[in-house]
């Protein structure tokens, strides 16, 4: 069993809709919960950062970590095609060696 | 803010040739650089984790003397491929830590796509 689940999709979305993302880990010692979007080609692009258990608002999307399920969500509001990208989760037990724990990433596309 | 400049950002290079690539934070200082490989449709594979002034750790698996990392500065770490080989042709993706007040928070660079011929 991965560390992290994430399903890869591809998902596809008319513009307007409204976007879930997930992922489940196994690692209860994780407490710092990131996702990234990546465009083809490019770097990975910091979206959201959660510490700990929560909800987190930043325009039009939101990231929740509910860690008695083991469970993190990015929500995407009115989504856009200029949304469409992989969105890769990413945690971390805030260890010495700062290491990331990647999810396989989810590929995104919103439809004009 | 929190921005990483990783360059070149594609490289054609003959077989047998080496290749470096420069990975900096530009706007931060980050004693924590750390260095991807990516295959396409793939999630990032961690190749190194690279410490300013000390010798970087190698993930399970990754050639060290293939992959030479060095991290001279708190805002310059890269990455030579020595002799390069077909097989080696990837989308290779720095990042930076920030440290203290951003706790595990990485920020990534580009990515260089390297195609050796």
């Known amino acids: 069993q991965k560390e992290v689940e994430q399903d890869p999709g591809p998902l596809s979305v008319p513009e307007g809709a409204i976007v879930s993302l997930n992922c489940t880990y196994s690692?209860?010692?994780?407490?710092?919960f990131m996702w990234y979007r990546q465009y083809s080609r490019k770097g990975p692009e910091l979206l959201m950062y959660t510490y700990s258990s929560g909800n987190k608002e930043d325009g039009r999307f939101t990231a929740q970590v509910d860690k008695s399920s083991k469970y993190i969500s990015l929500f995407i509001r009115d989504s856009q095609p200029s949304d469409s990208a992989t969105y890769l989760c990413a945690m971390s037990n805030g260890g010495a060696t700062n290491k990331l724990i990647f999810g396989t990433g989810t590929l995104l596309a919103v439809q004009p | 803010g929190a921005v990483v400049s990783q360059h070149p950002s594609w490289v054609i290079c003959k077989s047998g040739t080496s290749v470096k690539i420069e990975c900096r934070s530009l706007d931060f200082q980050a004693t924590t650089m750390f260095w991807y490989r990516q295959f396409p449709k793939q999630s990032l594979m961690l190749m190194a984790t690279?410490?300013?002034?000390?010798?970087?750790?190698?993930e399970q698996g990754v050639e060290k003397d293939k992959f030479l990392i060095n991290h001279a500065s708190l805002t310059l770490s890269t990455l030579t491929v020595t002799s390069a080989h077909p097989e080696d042709s990837s989308f290779y993706i720095c990042?930076?830590?920030?440290?203290?007040?951003?706790?595990?928070?990485?920020?990534f660079g580009a990515g260089t796509r390297l195609s050796v011929l």
């Open positions: 690692n209860s010692a994780f407490q710092y």
């Open positions: 690279s410490n300013e002034g000390s010798k970087a750790t190698y």
């Open positions: 990042s930076a830590d920030p440290g203290q007040g951003a706790k595990n928070i990485q920020y």
